[in-house]
């Protein structure tokens, strides 16, 4: 099982641009979540699914947008990324526990 | 303030020594406590739940007063090798079984 991978692992973009991140997990878990994790701030939580096709806002949702078309994705975008939005993006899923994927380093010029 | 909150370090102990990293979380809802480990540069992975019982792993003992809602990690004989982030995280099931994460105790085990 290579349990929950995430790509790119790296990407720098300029403020406007957009991109996807693309999570995957081959454990059959319903909950998937998009975190972001700053210094000092800890992991916040972006967005999260509980099963195929649904989606809910987390802490911070603002300017990112999910969807979880297949059990096993959950996708994150970024429509017009700006310079607060430089971060380490985490995904995870989860029966009981949450496993994480190796994070998205994200750097908006 | 934050749902979770725990001291930041870093604790800087040598080898050998024993460690303590106390968390305390704000909703009472909270049902789960886990305290996870974060590597530098690298994804966090559960080290343990935490159970009002307590429990033992190893060298690694966790603790949980619900009364005081205060979570307690006590790591023993210390390596080289637990040098990382310590995480507590609080759980509360229904509404997607999100878990809430503290901003993590850092500790450098040294010579």
Redesign the interface.
């Given at each position: 099982n290579a349990g929950v991978t995430q790509t790119p692992k790296f990407r720098v973009l300029k403020t406007g641009q957009s991109m996807t991140l693309l999570c995957a997990q081959d454990m059959n878990h319903e909950?998937m979540?998009w975190y972001r994790q700053d210094p000092?701030?800890?992991?916040r939580?972006i967005h999260?699914s509980?099963g195929e096709g649904t989606t809910?806002k987390?802490e911070v949702p603002d300017g990112y947008n999910v969807s979880r078309l297949k059990k096993q994705n959950f996708l994150l975008g970024l429509e017009s990324a700006a310079p607060s939005q430089t971060s380490v993006y985490?995904c995870a899923s989860?029966g009981h526990?949450?496993?994480?994927?190796?994070?998205t380093r994200l750097t908006v010029l | 303030r934050k749902e979770v909150e725990q001291d930041p370090g870093p604790f800087n102990v040598p080898e050998g020594a024993t460690v303590a990293f106390n968390c305390t979380y704000s909703n009472s809802a909270s049902q789960s406590f886990f305290w996870y480990r974060q590597d530098c540069r690298k994804e966090p992975k559960l080290l343990m739940s935490v159970y009002s019982s307590g429990n033992e792993d190893g060298r690694f003992t966790a603790q949980l007063n619900r009364a005081s809602q205060y979570i307690s990690l006590l790591i023993r004989d210390s390596k080289l090798s637990d040098s990382a982030t310590y995480l507590c995280v609080a759980y509360i099931t229904g509404g997607g079984n999100k878990l809430t994460f503290g901003t993590g105790t850092q500790l450098k085990v040294e010579l």
């Open positions: 909950y979540y000092g701030m800890g992991l939580l999260y509980v809910a987390g985490f989860s526990t949450q496993y994480f994927g190796p994070g | -």
